[in-house]
C-alpha cells in the first residue's frame, strides 16, 4: 500500500523501464592504470555502447567510451551495456574522469539529470525517535551518492484514517510529521553541494531518495520536483 500510494502521488508508472530510455549510470567508483582512465557504475536505464559521449553531473564532465568492459577487472570486452548491468567506461581522458567521483550520474550530454541545490520530495516516513520538523538534517541517499541535507520546509502532511482503512487527511503546511505518516517536503544538500535528481514522474529508476539517520532509514520516498542550482535565488 505504502509503495502503490507513492506511486500514484507521484505519477510513477509501474511498467519495466525500456531500453530506449535516458541513459543513467550510478557511478560507483573510478581508477585508472596503463594511460587509461576507468569509470565504474551500473546502468539504471538505457543503453551505454562504444564511442557514446557521457556527461557526468554534477561535475558536468565529459567523456568519450572507448571500450566497455563487464564488472570492474575482467579485461573482457562488450559493445553495449544494458539497464541493470555493471560496467567499466574505459577511456583514455584520465583528465577528465579525475573529476568524476562516486554519485555523480552518467547521461547523454544533452539530456542530463538536473544538479539539483533543492528538490520537493514525497515521503514514507519509516521511523524516528520524535518527529520530523523543518530543520532536521539526514543524510540524502540517491543512487549511489551521500549528501548531508536538510529540510527546508513541511508542505503537506498525510495523516492515515484509522476508522477508514486506505484514506487520508492532508494537513497544510504542518509543524511536523511523523512515523508512518506521508510527508511532502523541499530538501536541499547542505552547504555548497549539488545532487544529480531527476523527478520520479521522469525516470523513477534514478528518482528517489531514502533518509538516513545514524545509519538508520528515517523515510523514503520518491523526487517530484527539482530546483537547478543556476534558478535558486541568491
Known amino acids: ?25 550510478a557511478v560507483d567508483t573510478t581508477d585508472s592504470s596503463d594511460g587509461s582512465a576507468h569509470v565504474v557504475g551500473t546502468v539504471k536505464t538505457g543503453t551505454l555502447s562504444a564511442g557514446d559521449e557521457v556527461k557526468f553531473l554534477p561535475s558536468e564532465h565529459v567523456v568519450t567510451v572507448d571500450t566497455l568492459e563487464p564488472g570492474h577487472g575482467t579485461g573482457k570486452q562488450v559493445d553495449a551495456a544494458m539497464p541493470g548491468e555493471r560496467i567499466t567506461i574505459v577511456t583514455s581522458e584520465s583528465s577528465e574522469t579525475g573529476a568524476v567521483s562516486r554519485g555523480e550520474v552518467g547521461a547523454p550530454p544533452t539530456a542530463g539529470p538536473v544538479s539539483a541545490e533543492a528538490f520537493d520530495v514525497l515521503l514514507y516516513i519509516v521511523e524516528h525517535p520524535s518527529v520530523l520538523t523543518a530543520g532536521y538534517a539526514p543524510v540524502v541517499h540517491t543512487n549511489t551518492a551521500q549528501q548531508a541535507g536538510r529540510i527546508e520546509s513541511l508542505d503537506n502532511r498525510m495523516i492515515p484514517q484509522e476508522q477508514d482503512s486506505g484514506t487520508w487527511r492532508v494537513e497544510h503546511s504542518p509543524e511536523f510529521a511523523e512515523p508512518g505518516e506521508f510527508v511532502a517536503a523541499t530538501l536541499s544538500p547542505t552547504g555548497s553541494q549539488t545532487l544529480a535528481l531527476d523527478t520520479a514522474e521522469a525516470i523513477p529508476e534514478t528518482g528517489w531518495v531514502t533518509l538516513r539517520d545514524a545509519g538508520q532509514v528515517v523515510a523514503f520516498g520518491f523526487v517530484t520536483g527539482t530546483e537547478p542550482a543556476a534558478d535558486r535565488p541568491e
Open 1 to 25: 500500500d505504502t509503495i502503490r500510494y507513492l506511486c500514484r502521488e507521484s505519477n510513477v508508472g509501474t511498467d519495466d523501464a525500456p531500453r530506449d530510455d535516458l541513459l543513467r549510470l
